[in-house]
């Protein structure tokens, strides 16, 4: 398969680098909206190409994966692209996915090209995960639990804050509340409740530390719903201490059967990952792998994790799976 990326920031990077775990693909190009001069890979040959020319790609790309973010690139980005290639995004805004879903699935279909959005570990595995809970405990309740990890969005919403030079900011889980939850207990969780965000931050020279901390704690929809702490440090502390993506999380089903519900079971899919971004990247590929299976046997349109067999994912034959995975 013959594999493009636009965009090359820490996605872009995990894509160029996953690329070479997987025998049945080769990179091709490089999009980017910045002087391609600029923009130095890591893969030699393959040419770093303006965005400007992607047009002239249609017929030598076989998936394109789509690395930019969700909050303004991906709506824009995935529609249009889609009318050109085989796409894959990891759309990750959970609220706005079904919009998404329609405007990709409307433009994939009017082009006969297959696109496959919000793809990653959530949504994305943690996604299939409930699924599968949920049909095979259909009396139960949902847990979702994150980190500890960087939250990119996160950290990139305190760096607008006035004042701000740089920051870090991590998602910890309420580590008594993730017991009671394996437990068994079935406890009535709060947003507060579940986590909690600890902020990192280098103040520009001159900046009330009281006024930023105050606008980071009030922040509707990233830290008013939590208890927040805020550091300040230097900016040698947060490169020496804070370089590192890592994230992971669980999600967590727990269940009553029998006929007085007399049996509890819980049901635990997590992940711990060293590099968010390159861990995301892989599963990318494995759906642009499924993306081009999908597009040979003529299938057209809008797909998500949930739609596609996992069959589809694996290098190995059908033959194979049976043989060494069922």
């Not at 006969?112 to 139960?140: C, E, H, K, Q, T």
Request: proline share 4%.
């Amino acid at each position: 398969m013959k594999i493009a990326i636009l965009g090359y920031g820490n996605l872009g990077r995990g894509v160029e680098c996953a690329v070479r775990e997987n025998s049945d693909m080769e990179l091709v190009a490089v999009f980017t909206r910045r002087n391609p001069k600029d923009v130095k890979i890591r893969t030699a040959g393959v040419p770093v190409v303006s965005v400007e020319e992607i047009e002239a790609w249609q017929g030598k790309v076989d998936v394109l994966i789509l690395c930019g973010g969700s909050a303004k690139d991906l709506p824009e980005q995935t529609p249009k692209y889609a009318g050109l290639f085989h796409v894959v995004d990891s759309f990750d805004t959970h609220a706005k996915i079904p919009a998404h879903f329609a405007a990709v699935d409307e433009a994939a279909k009017a082009a006969n090209r297959v696109a496959v959005i919000s793809v990653g570990w959530d949504p994305g595995l943690f996604s299939l995960a409930r699924v599968y809970a949920n049909s095979v405990l259909p009396s139960g309740r949902d847990y979702t639990f994150w980190g500890r990890g960087v939250s990119q969005g996160h950290s990139d919403a305190i760096r607008r804050v006035a004042g701000v030079k740089d920051a870090k900011q991590y998602t910890l889980p309420v580590l008594k509340a993730l017991a009671a939850v394996r437990r068994g207990e079935d406890p009535e969780l709060s947003t507060r409740d579940k986590h909690t965000r600890e902020c990192f931050v280098v103040l520009e020279e001159g900046a009330d530390a009281a006024k930023v901390e105050q606008e980071i704690k009030t922040m509707p929809n990233y830290f008013a719903d939590y208890d927040t702490t805020v550091h300040f440090i230097t900016e040698t502390e947060l490169k020496e201490n804070h370089s590192g993506l890592a994230h992971g999380g669980c999600v967590i089903r727990t269940g009553r059967t029998g006929f007085d519900g007399e049996h509890h079971h819980v049901v635990e899919y997590s992940l711990k990952l060293d590099s968010n971004p390159e861990f995301t990247t892989n599963v990318l590929l494995a759906y642009a792998r499924a993306a081009y299976r999908l597009a040979q046997e003529g299938a057209s349109g809008c797909k998500t994790v949930l739609d596609i067999a996992p069959a589809y994912l694996s290098p190995l034959s059908a033959e194979e799976l049976r043989a060494k995975m069922l």
